[in-house]
């Protein structure tokens, strides 16, 4: 079962291949549009309008404000530190790391293939350009683009 009973989806949620995505213990808002291979995990939040395309990755810590787009293929993360095991050898549990949250504010566009990492705020109307390293936070309608990303430009100013 791809979409978890687990799965809040408020209002009219458009997901056109419900059994190409993974989606359980999240909230997803009213007038959302889900592509084909996403998956969002457990206390995630999508807001409302928002359209997240294909290939899309929404971990667990990831706040994602209403009328936000998201492209192919976005990657999240939640773990700066992720290792697969403890010093010890044994196998790390949901108690041998931390969970770092992220938030994307209204109205924000993550072009396709960007990576988000973890622990930051991706500002209000910002504009993340495909294949970009976003590492640290990003301004209310700031560009940014490259690897690591930094800010290029104003949306105010350069659309």
Sequence with gaps: MPISDTTKLLGQVTIHHPGLVNLYGCTVGDGSKIGAFVEIQKNAFIGERCKISSHTFVCEGVTIEDEVFVGHGVMFTNDRFPKATNPDGSAQTDDDWTLELTRVKRR?????????????????????????????????????????????????KDS
Excluded at 128 to 155: Q, R, S
Aim: with cysteine; net charge negative; aromatic share 2%.
């Design 108 to 156: 924000a566009s993550i072009g396709s293939n960007a990576t988000i990492v973890c622990g930051i705020t991706i500002g209000e109307g910002a504009l993340v350009a495909a294949g970009a390293v976003v590492t640290k936070d990003v301004p209310d309608f700031a560009i940014v683009a490259g690897v690591p990303a930094k800010v290029v430009g104003d949306v105010r």
